[in-house]
């Protein structure tokens, strides 16, 4: 399978160098030239796979310059750090699911990918020939930032910067990454927010400069950013697989449609359910929920996407997010594969802040779009607690998903079956969480995270538990200006 530009069609990689160049040399995203066919032969060989499996047939497809007995070895590593089942599907009402996808290291939705990246970045390097060392470039909104740094953590080869909004991140995210150990990782708090940290680390990432004096030095960026194609592949499996599991469970016809809702701020995670779709995996909608940061909700409704808005800082940080990155690769989709419309999209919104597109020309239609209020998201996690004995607990970002849904159901009657992606564990977002569910005010995440504990009988992720008794390791803070310098300073010795 070959691999084009967003902004140049004729522009190709193989899947090696689309992992680990990360986007492509004209700034555009690196996309297959094609999709696999989810054919009937192929879905009965998936469900009766376990997961590790359904990633390496998923991927097989793909990458086809792996082997799947390699794709698989690489898998079993990755999931093994999970605790148990990677991603189960909970039922919690009569054709109501939760696909759980945070039972990784860092307890967010990132690890699903970011704990296989690494290996398929240094065996990609490794099939090309390259020796140089890799540097990881990430800006995060909270939770791929840590996420990235445990998947690379004394990854022989590899070299990991994150920087991240030194205000716009959980209390608890922050604290998993000043806290993170490793030989080769470097963490730095950027004064602004999340668009002007990426931005930022956008612009090293083409600086003719900055990659020749890397280069120079035997090093070359690379990015963890769902921009990373080696990101957003391994997304495409878990979708494919709750629908498995739901066909196995007896909750589902094999063939029957189902809907995922899907909290999303920089479009990676929806996008990988929209390739599961053009596979051919039976999905009636794809709903698009984002948080009162809505800009992905203006465009579906109206075709205009404009990023000079009020910026919200949210409970749900990780969707605090103006420009989706991945929707480029919808929009390439959506567009006939055009790459010089693209060019020209692309364009506008560097100059102007702005594009807008007919929609009647797009095939858009499985998509749905609605947003969150912080009290719409609020309330949704206490009256989600409070439907069942059980009390399921719900973090903010999957709330956000939660609140959408309701609201589409209520206008649409739809009764598909529905699949709520859940992207984060409620502890790493314990005193929101918790006030929401309790009517408190508490602003001691560690008192949250005991009390959300008694409050509810879920279960605390050690990785968060121990939280509060790991040493501060990272405590660099910069101006957005000085990103390039940050970078040599840390990596370079200069
Ligand atoms: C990253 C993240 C999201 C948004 O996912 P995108 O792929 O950026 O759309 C949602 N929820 C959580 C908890 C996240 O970490």
């Not at 796979?49 to 082997?67: G, K």
């Not at 995670?269 to 698009?288: D, E, F, Q, S, T």
């Not at 529905?418 to 602003?443: L, Q």
Request: with cysteine; charged share 25%.
């Amino acid at each position: 399978m070959k691999y084009v530009s967003t902004r140049d069609r004729m522009r190709t990689y193989t899947a090696a160098e689309a992992i680990v160049k990360g986007i492509s040399d004209d700034g555009g995203l690196i996309v297959p030239s094609s999709f696999p066919v989810l054919n009937e032969a192929k879905f009965d060989a998936l469900l009766g796979m376990d997961y590790p499996e359904r990633v390496a047939s998923i991927l097989a497809d793909y990458l086809d310059d792996f082997s799947f007995e390699e794709l698989l070895g690489y898998a079993n590593k990755a999931y093994s750090r999970f605790d148990g089942d990677p991603c189960p599907v909970v039922k919690v009402d009569d054709g109501l699911y939760m696909l759980e996808l945070w039972h990784g290291p860092t307890c967010a939705f990132k690890d699903m990918a970011l704990t296989l990246l690494p290996h398929l970045m240094v065996a990609s390097k490794r099939k090309l020939g390259d020796d140089c060392r890799t540097l990881i470039l990430v800006a995060t909104s909270g939770d791929t930032g840590k996420a990235a740094l445990e998947g690379f953590r004394d990854v022989e080869g590899t070299e990991i910067i994150v920087f991240y909004p030194v205000d716009g991140v959980s209390a608890m995210q922050k604290r998993q990454m000043i806290t993170q150990r490793g030989k080769n990782v470097h963490v730095a708090g950027i004064k602004g927010n999340f668009d002007d940290a990426q931005t930022a680390v956008k612009k090293v990432f083409t600086d003719p400069d900055a990659v020749a004096r890397l280069k120079a030095r035997g090093i070359e960026m690379s990015s963890a950013n769902s921009i990373n194609w080696g990101r957003l592949a391994p997304q495409i499996a878990y979708y494919v697989s709750a629908y498995c599991d739901l066909v196995n469970a007896g909750e589902i016809e094999q063939g029957e449609r189902i809907n995922f809702v899907v909290p999303t701020g920089n479009f990676g995670n929806i996008l990988a359910g929209y390739y599961a779709y053009r596979m051919g995996l039976p999905v009636h909608k794809l709903i698009v929920a984002s948080n009162a940061n809505n800009i992905l909700t203006d465009f579906f409704s109206t075709g205009s996407y404009d990023v000079e808005r009020e910026f919200y800082k949210t409970m749900s940080p990780s969707m605090d997010i103006l420009v989706s990155s991945n929707l480029e690769r919808l929009l390439f989709e959506v567009m006939g594969r055009d790459s010089v419309k693209i060019r020209e999209i692309y364009a506008e919104l560097a100059e102007t802040g702005r594009f807008e597109l007919d929609l009647s020309e797009l095939d858009l239609s499985v998509f749905e779009a609605g947003w969150a209020s912080e009290e719409e998201t609020k309330e949704t996690i206490a009256t989600f607690f409070d439907l069942d004995e059980e009390g399921y607990v719900l973090d903010p970002h999957t709330a956000v998903a939660v609140s959408v849904y309701n609201e589409y159901s209520l206008e649409t009657d739809d009764e598909t079956p529905t699949v709520i992606v859940s992207t984060a564990s409620p502890y790493k977002f314990a005193c929101d969480v918790y006030n929401a569910i309790a009517g408190a005010h508490e602003k001691d995440p560690d008192k949250a995270v005991t009390k959300l504990q008694l409050f509810t009988a879920a279960e605390c992720p050690s990785a968060i538990a121990e939280l509060d008794s790991l040493p501060v390791r990272h405590t660099t803070v910069i101006e957005r200006e000085d990103v390039k310098k940050a970078v040599f300073d840390f990596v370079a010795g200069e």
